[in-house]
């Protein structure tokens, strides 16, 4: 014969109405404190990475020249084949090249879609076989204005309009080929960097 147990002796499992709904009141708190706090983590880190990968092709740049101990050029590039002139909307690319010979030694692409890259008048202005956006690289690895022996201290500015702090990324290069990043605020969209003093 099969005995029942009765119903006060079986054990009910789960959870109640007011346990769910402190675990939900809880996990909504916590959410709306996170998700601001990780875009912002990562729209700053996408900040970082273009800047950094900008100053890596830089960085080349000096080194390339140095080692074959010729000119070599850091330029703008919209195909990655050739040095192009930057539009009003900001790079769209970099190359990597000697100023003789048009092999690319590197190149990349920039993600135009949510950051900007500016440069100032400096980078603008000099100009390598009639295209402007070039630094030149000196085989002492200074930095020169691309069709001139003169001395180049310019900005590159990676920026995005997100509302993060802070939301620009400042590469200064300066004649002597020091080359370094600074992280600043600025109010509007992306505005030209001023060439540094």
Do not use: Y
């Not at 909504?28 to 998700?35: D, E, F, Q």
């Not at 080194?63 to 050029?73: D, F, G, L, S």
């Not at 076989?129 to 500015?157: E, W, Y």
């Amino acid at each position: 014969m099969i005995c029942h147990p009765t119903q006060s002796a079986v054990k009910q499992k789960g959870l109640t109405l007011i346990e769910i709904m402190v675990t939900l009141a809880v996990l909504a708190i916590v959410l709306t404190v996170a998700i601001p706090s990780f875009s912002s983590l990562v729209i700053g880190n996408r900040l970082t990475a273009q800047a950094n990968e900008l100053l890596a092709g830089l960085s080349l740049a000096r080194t390339e020249a140095i080692k074959q101990n010729r000119n070599m050029i850091f330029c703008h590039s919209a195909d990655g084949l050739t040095c192009s002139a930057a539009p009003a909307a900001g790079w769209q690319g970099w190359l990597v090249r000697s100023n003789n010979d048009n092999t690319p030694v590197a190149s990349g692409n920039l993600n135009a879609a949510q950051l900007s890259v500016r440069s100032s008048d400096s980078v603008a202005g000099s100009v390598f076989n009639g295209i402007s956006h070039a630094i030149r690289f000196s085989p002492q690895g200074v930095v020169r204005n691309a069709s001139a022996d003169t001395v180049l201290n310019a900005v590159l500015r990676v920026c995005t309009s997100a509302s993060v702090e802070p939301n620009t990324r400042d590469i200064q290069i300066r004649s002597g080929g020091r080359i370094r990043v600074t992280s600043l605020n600025v109010a509007s969209a992306c505005p030209q960097p001023a060439n540094p003093s």
